[in-house]
């Protein structure tokens, strides 16, 4: 297991659909439930490049 030194918990609520769909996920996004989770929404966030703008601005904001 990875160290993480801040860790957050998120409930959320999936209707019988939605969780049909997770459930497709298995095996490919991760074996657990909250692992395939996590990797749908960094793959979502990836995708909609907020993960790459976020680190764009960090490296700017630093290097002023």
Known sequence: MRYMRKTK???VT??????????KLRGEFGDGNADIIRNVVLA????????????????SFNER
Request: aromatic share 14%.
């Open 44 to 59: 979502w966030l990836s995708e909609k490049s907020f993960i790459s703008d976020t680190v764009k601005n960090k490296k």
């Open 14 to 23: 999936f209707t019988e659909k939605q969780w049909a769909l997770i459930e």
């Open 9 to 11: 918990r998120v409930m």
